[in-house]
């Protein structure tokens, strides 16, 4: 059974940060794309960062380039998003999702997802 499951997400200031994890399993972690995305109240789910199969190649939206940095484990079966000098903006339940291809930002080629995080960012 393929399962994806977030954690760390929670409260933070502004300026502060904050490591998203997700634990994979029930597939082979190391043949997929992964990705972090996210889901502001009242707004559409957007992408945020992804990660190749191999890490090798990551693109970031412009709204976190430069503060927030996507990784993989693979011996570990997780996927990380280290967020620094957080806005309020970035307030969001975060979603992380793995798709059987190298890399791909577009949410329909993910096939997997987990059950999300909720970051929350204050003023």
């Known amino acids: 059974q393929v399962q994806l499951v977030e954690s760390g997400g929670g409260l933070v200031q502004a300026g502060g940060s904050l490591r998203l994890s997700c634990a994979a399993s029930?597939?082979?972690?190391?043949?997929?794309?992964l990705g972090w995305f996210r889901q502001a109240p009242g707004k559409e789910r957007e992408f945020v960062a992804v990660?190749?199969?191999?890490?090798?190649?990551?693109y970031y939206a412009d709204f976190v380039k430069g503060r927030f940095t996507i990784s993989r484990d693979d011996a570990k079966n997780a996927l990380y998003l280290q967020m620094d000098s957080l806005k309020p903006e970035d307030t969001a339940v975060y979603y992380c999702?793995?798709?059987?291809?190298?890399?791909?930002?577009?949410?329909?080629?993910?096939?997997?997802w987990g059950q999300g995080t909720q970051v929350t960012v204050s003023s």
């Open positions: 999702a793995a798709a059987r291809v190298v890399v791909a930002t577009a949410q329909d080629v993910y096939q997997h």
């Open positions: 029930g597939f082979t972690f190391s043949d997929y794309g």
């Open positions: 990660i190749s199969s191999s890490g090798g190649t990551r």
